[in-house]
């Protein structure tokens, strides 16, 4: 495995953590894991659109300080 994917892995890792611990949660925090997630797009686009659908369906529930449009 090289140093790129070694990195990758690590930042994974971390920001998944990041996510479950309260005291992180951010809406910095959040901007980082959507660029992540926008950034790795080709390889979400093999995964099934109903499973990310769900998936996203989740994350946008659990943001603790969602700000009203309009």
């Known amino acids: 495995m090289n140093n790129v994917n070694k990195l990758n892995e690590l930042l ?3 920001l998944l953590e990041d996510l479950n611990d309260p005291t992180k949660c951010t809406p910095g925090l959040y901007q980082v894991v959507r660029g992540v997630i926008t950034d790795n797009r ?3 686009d ?3 659109k109903a499973a990310l659908e ?3 369906s989740k994350f946008t529930d659990a943001i603790p300080f969602k700000k009203e449009v309009g």
Do not use: Q, R, V
């Open 54 to 56: 769900f998936l996203d």
């Open 42 to 44: 080709e390889a979400l």
């Open 46 to 48: 093999e995964i099934p």
């Open 12 to 14: 994974m890792s971390c």
